[in-house]
């Protein structure tokens, strides 16, 4: 019995959540410039958390400058994780 009523419960729920989204109507979208992403050197403003506050800090940077930023992000990472993997057979530890 609480299994046809926990059903019935999240039937009627996701029902009452499709009808209150509003249907969009085709070509009412908005069209957003495609020419806008390539471009490389658009500025692009981001939250960074800053270590020992609560407030992020906001960070402007051009497109090309912040793939720049996550690769050599990525390099330190792989190059950290690699480094755990030596041993002091491999690696002598001091």
């Not at 019935?8 to 070509?27: F, H, N, Q, R, V």
């Not at 800053?50 to 906001?58: A, D, I, Q």
């Not at 051009?62 to 755990?84: H, M, P, S």
């Amino acid at each position: 019995m609480k299994v046809i009523l926990a059903a019935l419960a999240s039937a009627a729920l996701a029902s009452a959540t499709m009808a209150a989204e509003p249907a969009s109507k085709p070509g009412t979208e908005t069209a957003k410039k495609p020419e806008a992403k390539k471009d490389p050197n658009r500025m692009v403003c981001k939250k960074t958390p800053v270590l020992g506050s609560r407030f992020p800090s906001k960070v402007c940077r051009t497109q090309v400058d912040w793939e720049k930023q996550a690769e050599i992000d990525k390099q330190n990472l792989e190059d950290a994780q690699r480094a755990g993997l030596t041993t002091c057979a491999t690696n002598p530890c001091t």
